[in-house]
């Protein structure tokens, strides 16, 4: 039985670790957190798995909430006007199946239970890249799942694929219970208002322990009018300067809170801010050997376009079917770097393409497109499945020629 030892207890560790316990692999957790603290923790993440990844879930008999967690059915764009608290245009696309987003205190705990339930070994406590180095020699593979801390530091930085040398968004959550259905719409939806000068409001149905809830995120540019979360401790305060913020420049969402919106615990909010980073993904122990980074260690995309959670689902099922495929052979360096290599041509190359797009001021054929969706419902559609698909953007909304070339064909069509 070959043993394999996973640092890191999110989304892509754990979902790798149970996809490799189901065919027979020994495996070993490492996480810092038992699942009482994070269960009774502050929110992780703002994460929305749309069909793609919901499926690598599902494979593995893990989608506990399908029939729980709101059903996301479509994705909604209002670009600011020139005034504050305006909209130059406002629409919605329809997605080809429906996503969900489960918060992952409720998730994460779960998954990691069910994971010693079924006799995996899970270790809790710090983790850093000497204690990796240490227990290394013990397995036939070694993959980091952690994104942040002591193990990152056997990443190196891929400065060809590193734009960014800072933080480019100022990011603040907060998950609510009382926020008003959309007045727009008869389904449930995403809603994005792109401000131009203030950054980004993200409005997601999401599933909590209490229940239904929405998430809130403001995504704001550094120094502009939303960067107001710095040094705010008070869970209150940060909901009442969140609203706020809603009241001045999104007013069509701030009227959704008019009947009273409160957060759903007292670990509902979180503020942050991160400079968006590729490093290579095979890292190099001190005393010899090499470890795999898995998902957001290696390539941790600003979650502008919610790709975090979906492409650490799909490096997880990437990575399994890897693995599953290399049989007895050894995981040396050039393994690491193939199963990398098909995760960043397929998933995390596309994602970071696109989210670093979307954090730059758009361009005049991005303005074409978001006209064009707010009148032909066709562009809208496939706008908001890029959301599950980022590849197909690649070939219409990243490119000038593409994305004349494609409105085009609509014209002829008509």
């Not at 890029?386 to 064909?409: K, M, Q, V």
Request: hydrophobic share 45%; with cysteine.
């Amino acid at each position: 039985m070959r043993r394999v030892l996973i640092v890191g207890a999110g989304q892509a560790g754990l979902q790798l670790a149970l996809g490799l316990q189901a065919h027979g692999y020994d495996v070993t957790v490492m996480t810092d957190r038992d699942p009482e603290a994070v269960r009774t923790g502050r929110v992780l993440s703002t994460q929305c798995m749309f069909d793609t990844a919901l499926r690598t879930e599902r494979a593995l008999g893990l989608d506990l909430w399908a029939e729980e967690a709101p059903r996301i059915e479509g994705v909604g764009v209002a670009l600011g006007g020139p005034e504050a608290g305006t909209r130059a245009l406002d629409w919605t696309g329809r997605l080809d199946a429906f996503a969900q987003s489960v918060d992952q205190r409720l998730k994460m705990p779960a998954w990691l239970e069910a994971f010693a339930e079924r006799g995996g070994r899970v270790v809790v406590g710090p983790v850093g890249a000497g204690d990796v180095a240490h227990l290394a020699g013990a397995y036939d593979l070694v993959l980091v799942a952690a994104g942040r801390g002591g193990p990152g530091s056997l990443f190196e930085r891929d400065e060809e694929r590193c734009p960014y040398d800072r933080p480019q968004r100022a990011l603040a959550v907060s998950y609510v219970h009382g926020l008003a259905p959309h007045p727009g719409r008869d389904f449930r939806a995403v809603s994005c208002s792109l401000l131009p000068g203030v950054g980004e409001l993200f409005v997601m149905p999401a599933l909590t322990a209490a229940g239904p809830c929405d998430i809130l995120f403001w995504e704001a540019l550094p120094g502009g009018p939303a960067d107001a979360f710095d040094g705010l401790r008070d869970p209150a305060e940060h909901l009442r300067v969140t609203l706020e913020l809603m009241r001045t420049h999104t007013p069509w969402e701030y009227d959704r809170t008019r009947g009273g919106v409160e957060l759903v615990d007292a670990g509902a909010t979180l503020a942050g801010r991160f400079t968006p980073t590729v490093r290579r993904p095979v890292g190099e122990l001190p005393g010899g050997g090499a470890v795999l980074g898995v998902a957001d260690a290696v390539v941790a995309n600003d979650p502008i376009t919610g790709q975090g959670a979906n492409s650490a689902a799909k490096c997880a099922d990437g990575y399994l079917e890897a693995i599953l495929a290399h049989g007895d052979k050894p995981f040396d360096r050039d393994f690491m770097q193939a199963a990398f290599d098909r995760f960043w041509e397929t998933t995390a190359g596309p994602a970071t393409a696109w989210s670093n797009a979307m954090l730059a001021p758009p361009p005049p054929h991005v303005l074409d497109v978001l006209g064009a969706a707010a009148r032909r419902p066709a562009v809208a559609d496939r706008f908001a499945n890029g959301f599950d698909r980022p590849a197909d953007l690649a070939e219409w909304f990243l490119d000038p020629a593409g994305t004349a070339a494609y409105l085009a064909s609509l014209d002829r069509d008509e």
